[in-house]
């Protein structure tokens, strides 16, 4: 069930075979040296799709580690579907107790502090079943993606918008579900709608999970976290980076360097990564992004350096995070950049070409639009492969 381009329902054994396809790719995959600092007690907040899913698996079937993670999930009812994360969810713990990993999956609003409690309850539980009792946590994954936030300390609900900032945007996006070309346009955000944003999106719920993990002692020392953000080419920063989307960001990497001078004195380290463009949910009524996602995942698929989630958390964890060689590469502002195939030069001078020669004559056949519809709606379980919808 599709309304402008929002997906409103979800297939439960869809969303159970993709789960299973990234766990395959990361136990196919799995061939490099485990370092003896990979994570052993890793918590995902915002754990149950995208980046936040494909981490979790990484970490779980690639280095073994037990995993609590927590999303905010509506489950199934009588006449409703559950979520595509509450599935997933499911199908995660179900894999893991099939092979005896251990993991924990929390249903609950990760910004509040009642959250925040049991979760560190739930990890005192899973580090008790460890080999080693002392176990603290060694990994934490910040992956949350949501609307609104209540400000745990003054109660205050915050919205976000995906709006530019300064001027008004207007630029020619795509309907994925028919490839109908179309002028969008959005009008420039307040200040206070920018405000917002930066509260649910920004870092300051990253930095008081950090503060919570410390205070009651689960941090390991040689404890690892990071988020997620994107950059994008020039062309999308006008509703993206330069936007309030953007300013979020800016504020997720002011928020990683506070975390990082609490660490100081310890073994302890934050980043930020910048990721690949991908489809999630929410891309495909963001102006311009799945017109530019469909031009680069056609650039990208025939220069064979098209990755999705897994792909992308793999290559993280196992050539950045947990390199053979202990050195975690970053860029001049001390991101990690996975973004680096989608970036390279040539990549983004043939997708920029591209944008510009679609018309909608040739917008199927030119672009790789066929290849975000079939994402979006897998990542809600449906065009799944191998998965009967008739029955």
């Not at 559950?82 to 893991?96: K, M, R, S, V």
């Not at 196992?318 to 990690?336: C, F, N, P, Q």
Request: hydrophobic share 40%.
């Amino acid at each position: 069930m599709i309304r402008n381009n929002i997906c409103l329902n979800s297939h439960a054994e869809g969303c159970a075979a993709v789960v299973r396809r990234q766990i395959a790719y990361v136990e196919n995959n799995n061939v490099y040296e485990k370092p003896p600092n990979a994570a052993k007690l890793a918590l995902v907040l915002g754990c149950s799709t995208g980046y936040g899913l494909a981490s979790r698996i990484a970490l779980g079937f690639g280095y073994g580690a037990a995993t609590v993670g927590v999303s905010l999930e509506k489950p199934a009812a009588p006449n409703k579907n559950g979520t595509p994360g509450f599935y997933n969810n499911l199908a995660f713990d179900y894999e893991c107790a099939k092979v005896g990993i251990i993991s924990k999956t929390l249903n609950g609003d990760a910004f509040s502090d009642a959250v925040k409690a049991l979760t560190i309850e739930a990890v005192k539980e899973i580090a008790e079943k460890l080999e080693s009792c002392t176990q603290k946590i060694d990994m934490v994954v910040y992956s949350l993606a949501s609307p609104v936030r209540v400000d745990p300390k003054s109660g205050v609900m915050y919205k976000s918008v995906i709006k530019p900032i300064g001027t008004a945007f207007s630029g020619t996006s795509i309907d994925i579900m028919t490839g109908r070309l179309f002028t969008a346009n959005a009008e420039p955000a307040s200040k206070e709608e920018t405000a917002a944003t930066v509260k649910v999106m920004g870092g300051a719920d990253w930095e008081l999970w950090i503060d919570a993990l410390q205070n009651t002692g689960l941090l390991a020392e040689n404890a690892k976290t990071i988020a997620y953000t994107y950059i994008g080419p020039e062309s999308s920063w006008a509703i993206y980076k330069n936007g309030t989307i953007g300013r979020a960001k800016e504020d997720l990497e002011r928020a990683c360097r506070a975390i990082n001078a609490g660490f100081a004195g310890s073994e302890r380290k934050a980043y930020v990564s910048v990721n690949k463009a991908l489809v999630t949910r929410a891309s495909a009524v963001i102006p311009v992004i799945p017109l530019y996602v469909s031009c680069l995942f056609k650039v990208m698929k025939e220069k064979g350096l098209h990755e999705g989630c897994i792909e992308q958390a793999v290559r993280l964890f196992r050539e950045r995070i947990y390199s053979v060689d202990g050195i975690t590469l970053t860029d001049h502002a001390g991101r990690i950049r996975i973004d680096d195939y989608e970036m390279r030069e040539d990549v983004q001078k043939a997708a920029a070409d591209l944008m510009q020669s679609v018309t909608q004559e040739n917008v199927l056949s030119s672009t790789d639009v066929s290849g975000f519809k079939h994402d979006f709606l897998e990542a809600h379980g449906f065009d799944v492969q191998g998965v009967d919808y008739e029955d």
